[in-house]
């Protein structure tokens, strides 16, 4: 079943939310830091750090190997391994090329719905769980729960991946991660895998009223554009998992920079594309498919001209599949938490997996809705912000002694 409207959360709590004006006034602090992809978040890190101290909450950094980013990891309620992981990427999306109707770094209430860049794509999360630390050190909770903020989740998940690598060394291991990603507060088991390429083609230059002494790069990489399209239509059929939207792996060309002047023949072109991959599929079989088709229909009329020629394909970066174990613990833990009755899925990669494949049984589960996520006019509404409040004050009362 795949994801289709929001739902509130209905925690089994005696314990009341944190207040939303403080959730909204957070979320308005977060938003005024610019923290798309290629910008650092150490400032944005600072105010929690500081904010966790106002509530003498103690903090971790794991910084970046370039030293302009950080994750952070916090423990409230006692130490050790066990307890919920609250995880939240703090990086977002750029605005360059988007018409929005108000600042998208400064927080814009307007019916009910609270504008700026990275509301939904998760800030309003962070927010949520930062107005309920309060909440959580009242608690006197039996097991802890750990906060974590990370980077470069929008460029591959990269940033998380050397805090994970602490967890059960140095750094708590948690029984349950909950990752904040938008999902209309629905309770997400399952997404799929993303594979990111760039392929390169090397020809020859040559002038353009004499094309047969050159090899024309441009024209290699718009067959394979459309070698590529076959494959994902063959895929189309190959593949049905109705739990899924669209049901398949999907195939998708994102950019393509080739040649110098409309007089020369190319001699360079490359494009980047990525496989989203159901969890059940091979990573390997687009590239693969994509290798045989250059080998046998490109490259020997290519080399024909130049043995310089030459098709590559390398990969950039990979998120891995999420699909919770039946008996997770994070799921069940969802579920009572929302009262929902049955999972769902969804298609765009999150941090889950990594957290899964670490040995820490994770679940997504957040406000916002993910079509309002990277647009221009980027909104959380009050009504899931309060939802998330009201999950988390649940979490609370789950947790408690």
């Known amino acids: 079943m795949t994801l289709a409207k ?3 959360a209905a925690p089994r709590s005696t314990s009341a939310p944190a207040s939303l004006a403080e959730a909204t006034e957070l979320l308005k602090t977060l938003v005024g830091f610019d923290t798309t992809s290629a910008k650092s978040n150490l400032e944005l890190i600072a105010f929690i750090e500081n904010y966790l101290r ?26 050790g391994d066990g307890g919920v992981a609250l995880s939240g990427h703090s990086d977002c999306v750029p605005v360059e090329g988007q018409r929005w109707t108000s600042d998208p770094f400064a927080l814009t209430e307007r019916h009910g719905k609270l504008y700026g860049r990275g509301t939904c794509d998760m800030k309003g999360f962070i927010a949520c769980v930062l107005a309920s630390v309060p909440l959580f050190k009242t608690a006197k909770l039996k097991e802890p729960v750990h906060l974590v903020v990370s980077y470069d989740e929008e460029v591959g998940c990269t940033g998380v991946r050397p805090l994970i690598a602490r967890l059960g060394r140095d750094l708590p291991r948690p029984r349950a991660v909950i990752v904040g990603e938008p999902t209309g507060m629905a309770v997400i088991d399952a997404h799929k895998r993303i594979d990111a390429y760039r392929t390169t083609v090397h020809g020859r230059e040559a002038h353009s009223s004499l094309p047969g002494l050159g090899v024309n790069a441009i024209s290699a990489a718009a067959a394979l554009v459309c070698e590529l399209d076959r494959i994902g239509e063959a895929v189309a059929k190959s593949e049905n998992d109705p739990r899924f939207e669209p049901p398949c792996s999907t195939i998708s060309v994102g950019t393509i920079k080739g040649g110098t002047a409309p007089n020369i023949v190319p001699k360079t072109c490359d494009f980047n594309w990525q496989v989203r991959s159901l969890p059940t599929a091979s990573p390997d079989e687009v590239p693969a498919r994509l290798a045989r088709y250059a080998e046998a229909e490109l490259l020997p009329k290519m080399k024909a001209v130049t043995e310089e020629a030459a098709i590559e394909t390398k990969s950039l970066h990979s998120v891995p599949a999420f699909a919770a174990g039946s008996a997770s613990e994070a799921v069940a833990l969802a579920l009572k938490l929302t009262g929902a009755n049955d999972t769902r899925t969804v298609s765009y990669t999150t941090e889950a997996g990594l957290f899964e494949l670490a040995g820490c049984p994770a679940v997504i589960c957040g406000p916002g809705d993910i079509a309002q996520a990277h647009a221009a006019d980027e909104y959380v509404s009050l009504d899931q912000m309060e939802a998330c409040l009201a999950f988390l004050a649940g979490l609370a009362h789950e947790l408690r002694g």
């Open 6 to 8: 929001q739902t509130k």
């Open 54 to 79: 106002h509530h003498r909450i103690g903090s971790l950094r794991v910084t970046s190997a370039d030293g302009l980013k950080a994750d952070l990891f916090a423990t409230i309620g006692g130490s």
